[in-house]
């Protein structure tokens, strides 16, 4: 029969090796605490050399080569057993990844027809009600007389008799429509600060504080060597975990960052609510954002559900990118596309397996979407177009040109934003009052927008009207086909142009002020939006082919230019429209607007929310492109003399550290408020007196071991073991001992202090790492601790501040 040891049962976290009465005692509490905080297949790991993980602490780090380990163990765990019954869940555990995405689809897809048949309604609110029923949205409530009519103005309004207008007068009716507005901004925003939470921060207290971060002396050294203040309660940024789209934290998130609360069950249904008011005030904002946070969310809280994702982080950062494809997949009715901008991006870690799995999550989305039905078409594809005229080679320049300006469209949006984020929300009255920002930007959008025919709508009608291709017989009563028409004989309709500019110009202001309040919001539509507007101006100079054809090029551009999405956007386009054809010019234009905004500003609107909101991000391509231009060895990461001497330990042969030491030392980590630090053990051979690392132990880890597993009155001999077994000759001191070496991390990978510090990044992004040790040159001595967020905080230091360094 096989031993314990060899079948996985259980591996005790306390060796009985010379332990008082006192302990003995303690053994059965402290197996219960075990049992309840540690699993399986962690405590299997204690027999390991591979460090244990608890949960983490709130923004820490996850440790994927700890988790990919872990993982191993719990599969061995499994496949080791025989029997139907173990048979039966190696089979349940096999096809667990499978059945989660399909579950994500499907429930994201509900979620999905409830918000965006919730839209549609209240937000024609604003100019009227059904009277055969008042929950029902314009266009179902006219279906029956005017079918699929894509665009009608006020005055249109009377043509459907079960749909009434809440007043004929027009100032009136503006009046109502800005009242209503304001009512659905000020629910979506108030619902947005239910959500509100502060992180921990290294000063309690201090609002401004954003992670936990290292500061940076102009020499290029950490500061830590300044006192610390102690820090033992949430008092740094604010954060509402509902506002925004989401995507930039989730984005952290799936690097290996931990946000907390972001993912609960809580945020999903304040996102979803809050997106039908905000989506519904006709801000310069769209639900497409937030439906990929909503996924992330449905798929968290299914990955709670299956033990195989519950315990491990690395593996539920696999599922919650196969989720984010849903998201778009229900937004645009764009399966392939969300899953490619799943895979572009958000995620930083996209394996074959979590390919395939995001694409069935993805397919299952959009067949239950599709079978809902919420636009009442029956099809999947939002903005269906069938241009009759087809492009010439000479209009590959206009293709150019719309590329052109959607890259500076794309380039000004975010260098614009960035200020008016640091400058208007600056103040402290809007600091203070979120809700007032939202109530200002709605009211200049609703006094700008209302007076434009083409702006009233909501931003998916929007695109709908621009992209119509006059031709088409069922199109032509649309108030945009029967402006171009009468400009076909030559005649220029001034007012329309003019409608067009001030569109377009509008578009790109209120984007600017909006993109960033404490609303759930997106900017996919607004970019979009300003794109097709553009498009269908510049279509008005080029005779013999539809404008529609440009309105759809003009709106992949300036989408392009914002977000820097290049093969997901062609796609996506390609989806939303049912153009195939059209595809060329969509990615020609495309490509421009990438390379033109990016000469504007480096940074696409995702990761330059990620810069405001100050989330930690490490991306391999920055950083490299950073260290290309400003060369550095990892020397310039190693922490200074007085941090080194607080966070080492040496151990003696015998194995044991006094218990007084290390609650010392835990003591000194909580000071320096980082959260992801921990202790280096270093150990001195036979005759030799360079330290040599033997493990490292984290800051949770050592906290765990310290409060839970040591006795609550214990004898001042109390030892501690945090190695293995004695390796010199004589024998350990006869004394209480609490062994801690299940937690510690016997193989840390290393890096020589003289290494080029892009070995570092490659280390930390590829490999996931948490922590990383720096030896010395030739003698392997410790000489420092480099943990993921001192390399991304001097990254950012090196970018902002690159020339003080050189």
């Not at 195989?308 to 009715?333: H, I, P, Q, T, W």
């Not at 203070?432 to 702006?455: M, S, Y």
Request: proline share 6%; glycine share 8%; hydrophobic share 40%.
């Amino acid at each position: 029969m096989a031993s314990n040891e060899e079948t996985g049962e259980r591996t005790p976290l306390l060796r009985p090796t010379r332990l008082s009465q006192l302990q003995h005692e303690q053994d059965e509490e402290a197996q219960s605490i075990i049992s309840s905080s540690v699993t399986k297949e962690e405590q299997h790991l204690a027999g390991s050399t591979v460090g244990e993980r608890l949960p983490y602490n709130d923004y820490t780090t996850i440790d994927w080569l700890h988790d990919l380990v872990k993982d191993s163990y719990r599969f061995r765990a499994i496949q080791a057993r025989r029997g139907i019954r173990y048979t039966l869940l190696s089979l349940f555990d096999a096809s667990s990844g499978w059945l989660a995405v399909i579950l994500i689809g499907t429930l994201t897809a509900c979620v999905a027809f409830v918000v965006d048949v919730a839209v549609a309604t209240v937000s024609d609110w604003k100019l009227g009600y059904c009277s055969r029923n008042p929950f029902s949205n314009r266009e179902g409530c006219c279906f029956d007389k005017t079918p699929m009519l894509v665009f009608r103005t006020h005055e249109e309004l009377g043509e459907c008799e079960a749909w009434h207008a809440w007043s004929p007068n027009y100032a009136r009716s503006f009046g109502i429509y800005v009242g209503l507005a304001l009512v659905f901004g000020t629910i979506s925003s108030t619902a947005t600060m239910t959500t509100r939470s502060a992180l921990p921060s290294v000063t309690p207290g201090d609002d401004q504080a954003s992670t936990p971060a290292i500061k940076i002396n102009g020499n290029g050294t950490s500061a830590d060597d300044q006192p610390a203040t102690p820090t033992t309660s949430p008092g740094g940024k604010v954060m509402y975990m509902a506002s925004g789209s989401g995507i930039p934290e989730i984005k952290t998130i799936l690097s290996g960052f931990s946000i907390p609360s972001f993912l609960s069950l809580r945020v999903l249904l304040v996102k979803a609510f809050g997106a039908i008011f905000a989506v519904s005030t006709g801000m310069c904002l769209g639900k497409e954002g937030p439906f990929v946070h909503i996924s992330t969310c449905v798929g968290y809280l299914i990955g709670t559900l299956f033990p195989k994702y519950d315990s491990n982080g690395r593996k539920m950062r696999e599922l919650l990118s196969a989720a984010c494809s849903a998201g778009l997949s229900v937004a645009f009715g764009a399966p392939i596309g969300g899953v490619l901008f799943s895979y572009e991006e958000i995620s930083t870690y996209f394996p074959r397996k979590v390919l395939w799995r995001a694409f069935l999550c993805s397919l299952s989305a959009a067949i239950v979407l599709k079978a809902l039905n919420p636009t009442g078409t029956g099809k999947l594809v939002l903005f269906e177009t069938n241009y009759g005229s087809d492009y010439s080679p000479v209009h590959y320049l206009v293709f150019i040109l719309l590329g052109i300006a959607g890259g500076v469209f794309g380039g000004l949006f975010c260098k614009l934003n960035f200020i008016w984020s640091k400058w208007f929300r600056a103040f402290g009255i809007i600091k203070r009052n979120p809700v007032l920002e939202v109530g200002i930007v709605v009211l200049a959008t609703t006094l700008l927008q209302f007076p434009n025919p083409l702006t009233r709508e909501p931003g998916d009608v929007v695109i709908k009207t621009l992209l119509v291709d006059c031709g088409d017989n069922a199109s032509q009563k649309s108030w945009v086909c029967q402006s171009e028409i009468s400009m076909a004989d030559g005649d220029t309709n001034w007012p329309y142009v003019g409608y067009l500019i001030y569109g377009t110009l509008t578009k790109l202001v209120l984007t600017i002020i909006t993109f960033g309040i404490k609303v759930p919001s997106g900017v996919i539509i607004p970019a979009l939006d300003a794109g097709a507007l553009f498009g269908r101006l510049v279509g008005q100079l080029i005779p013999s082919i539809s404008p529609g054809i440009f309105a759809m090029v003009g709106s992949a551009a300036f989408l392009a230019g914002v977000s820097r999405m290049t093969i997901s956007l062609a796609v996506i386009m390609f989806e939303l429209t049912g153009q195939l054809s059209y595809t060329v010019p969509n990615m020609l234009a495309i490509l421009i607007a990438k390379w033109v905004a990016d000469s504007i500003s480096s940074e696409g609107v995702y990761d330059l929310a990620q810069n405001v909101l100050g989330h930690p991000f490490l991306d391999p391509d920055t950083a490299l492109s950073i260290i290309r231009s400003q060369p550095r060895t990892t020397q310039v990461l190693i922490p200074p003399k007085r941090t080194m001497d607080e966070i080492t330990v040496h151990v003696p042969t015998t194995n044991l550290v006094p218990y007084p030491l290390l609650k010392q030392k835990l003591t000194q980590l909580h000071a320096r408020g980082l959260m992801d630090a921990g202790l280096v053990l270093v150990q001195c051979h036979q005759n030799s007196d360079i330290p040599i690392c033997q493990g490292y132990i984290s800051q949770s880890e050592l906290e765990f071991g310290l409060t839970k597993l040591v006795p609550s009155s214990f004898p001042a001999e109390l030892q501690v073991r945090v190695l293995g077994h004695a390796i010199d000759d004589g024998p350990a001191p006869d004394a209480l001992e609490v062994d801690l070496t299940p937690f510690v991390d016997r193989t840390p990978l290393t890096i020589c202090a003289k290494a080029p510090l892009e070995y570092a990044v490659e280390m930390f992004s590829k490999l996931g790492l948490r922590y990383l040790i720096v030896t010395e040159e030739g003698t392997g001595k410790v000489v420092g601790v480099i943990i993921k967020k001192r390399l991304v905080g001097y990254l950012e230091h090196l970018r902002e501040h690159g020339e003080d360094n050189e």
